[in-house]
């Protein structure tokens, strides 16, 4: 599957006044190691630049993680001790190459499935909707 995300942080650096919502932090701030931002290395995500956004009348900034060959996705019905209620999203799991991966603060966009199974032809009876030939009895629930 490809999953496409947004994820969410605090600003990094002092907000400019001559900044506004949209700007991108100095690359310096956004060009982080995967290693360091993650606690791994994610290459294999198809990331873009932070951009800064508003959220409840603050800054924050946001960006749109792309992850190809997922297998499950989860999102957890409480907060993690890593999700922080002053931001959009939470924390998502996903399995990829067997593995587990986690991403903070992260909103899902859309799951797609890369190879859907083939549809059953229109008019095409399926194993489940096989009914011809059977016969109802008082003794059958």
């Known amino acids: 599957m490809l999953v496409h995300l947004q994820q969410y942080k605090h600003e990094e650096v002092q ?14 701030t956004l060009d982080k190691d995967s290693e360091e931002y993650f606690g ?3 290459d294999r995500f198809d990331v873009v630049t932070w951009e ?4 409840d009348g603050d800054p924050i900034q946001r960006r749109d993680v ?7 996705v989860t999102v957890p019905k409480q907060p993690t001790d890593e999700d922080d209620p002053d931001l959009p999203g939470k924390t998502i799991q996903f399995r990829v190459d067997g ?3 986690h991403l903070e603060q ?11 199974a083939e ?3 229109e008019g095409e009876i399926t194993q489940e909707d096989d009914t011809r030939g ?6 059958e629930p």
């Open 15 to 28: 907000f400019d006044d001559n900044r506004t919502t949209g700007e991108s932090q100095t690359e310096d």
């Open 66 to 72: 792309t992850i190809d060959g997922v297998t499950a």
């Open 40 to 42: 791994e290395n994610v």
């Open 99 to 101: 593995g587990v991966e």
């Open 106 to 116: 992260a909103e899902i966009v859309e799951v797609q499935d890369e190879e859907p």
């Open 119 to 121: 549809p059953a032809a």
């Open 134 to 139: 059977k016969i109802a009895t008082d003794d």
């Open 52 to 55: 800064t956004i508003e959220h």
